[in-house]
């Protein structure tokens, strides 16, 4: 191929690189301004029942945060469905990059101006300073994990008040929290099945 092709070329493959850049970086602020959402309320309820279990009668601050512990908890629920969809275009923009972008590229280069495929790079402005693949997936992971342990803690907590003003656990309790734990299972279910489809159709486009 000559020089005016392969110009071309990674003029190209630069041009649909930093789209799928741009569009990764999008989602991951959004992802961002959605864990600050979820954990400083989170933070701030924690403090401010800590703080009022030194001034207030225990049954008034069970009455007091059953509400919020309830409520938080179903809106946390919600918030953290939205963080764990919002992973299913970003993994669907850096595949595009690793199946189609990349391999286009170097069909067209010569073997000493092949691009190597790296995706946590993606995750970075400057894909110099990008931290390495365990890291990231260290951190994606344990931003995940970190949310649906605040929620279990508004569960759990919330059980807690009930059991401190002496109220029993019902059905309506129980069908609450029935809700919640199903929404959980299913965000953490739907997250593994857009992972497992990319590394088949991953697999599969190497087979053919």
């Not at 007091?64 to 993994?91: D, E, N, Q, R």
């Not at 972008?101 to 101006?113: C, H, L, S």
């Not at 605040?150 to 002496?166: D, K």
């Not at 609450?176 to 992972?195: E, K, Y």
């Amino acid at each position: 191929m000559n020089e005016a092709s392969i110009s071309t070329a990674l003029e190209q493959f630069q041009k649909e690189e930093r789209q799928v850049r741009d569009k990764v970086l999008r989602l991951k602020r959004l992802k961002n301004i959605i864990w600050l959402v979820i954990a400083l309320p989170t933070t701030v309820l924690a403090a401010l029942i800590a703080y009022n279990h030194t001034t207030m009668e225990p049954q008034a601050l069970a009455e007091f945060a059953i509400p919020l512990l309830k409520w938080g908890s179903l809106a946390c629920t919600i918030i953290y469905l939205a963080y764990i969809v919002m992973h299913m275009p970003l993994v669907r923009a850096i595949y595009q990059a690793k199946s189609e972008i990349y391999p286009r590229y170097n069909a067209a280069a010569a073997d000493t101006e092949q691009k190597t495929f790296q995706w946590q790079s993606y995750f970075s402005k400057d894909e110099k300073s990008s931290s390495s693949g365990k890291t990231a997936a260290l951190l994606l992971g344990a931003k995940v994990f970190s949310l649906f342990m605040l929620i279990i803690f508004y569960q759990f907590s919330w059980i807690h008040a009930l059991g401190r003003i002496g109220v029993e656990l019902n059905n309506e309790h129980y069908s609450f929290m029935g809700f919640i734990d199903f929404a959980l299972f299913s965000s953490l279910v739907l997250f593994a099945v857009v992972l497992i489809f990319t590394r088949v159709s991953s697999l599969a486009k190497k087979t053919s």
